[in-house]
């Protein structure tokens, strides 16, 4: 049974920086496409990047360019949302998911979801 765990949220100050860590266990991590996702209270859940299996290929929204990036290390088994410049409205719980299929979007369906991790940005 394929397993997600996020960890790395917190509470951080505005225009300061957190790395969210997903490790997936159950499964061959190489063969998925892994992505990241965010629901803030009240809101519909929202598409934040995709990478690949590879790691050469990604995606990210709007509002995650040039302040967020995502990577992987197929060796440990994680993928990496490294958020930096954050801001109050990215205030949510992030989700990992991983899927065998690439795919970049929030109507996107992914396999497997991870629980989710709480990132709350003061002003």
């Known amino acids: 049974q394929v397993q997600l765990v996020e960890s790395g949220g917190g509470l951080v100050q505005a225009g300061g920086s957190l790395r969210l860590s997903c490790t997936v266990s159950?499964?061959?991590?190489?063969?998925?496409?892994m992505a990241w996702f965010r629901r803030a209270l009240g809101k519909n859940r929202e598409f934040v990047a995709a990478?690949?299996?590879?790691?050469?290929?990604?995606s990210k929204s709007d509002s995650a360019k040039g302040r967020f990036i995502i990577s992987r290390d197929n060796a440990k088994n994680t993928v990496y949302l490294q958020m930096n410049n954050l801001k109050p409205e990215d205030t949510a719980d992030y989700y990992c998911?991983?899927?065998?299929?690439?795919?970049?979007?929030?109507?996107?369906?992914?396999?497997?979801w991870g629980q989710g991790t709480q990132v709350t940005v003061s002003s």
């Open positions: 990478i690949n299996r590879s790691g050469e290929n990604t």
């Open positions: 998911a991983a899927g065998l299929r690439y795919c970049s979007g929030s109507r996107c369906q992914y396999d497997y």
């Open positions: 159950g499964g061959t991590f190489s063969m998925y496409s």
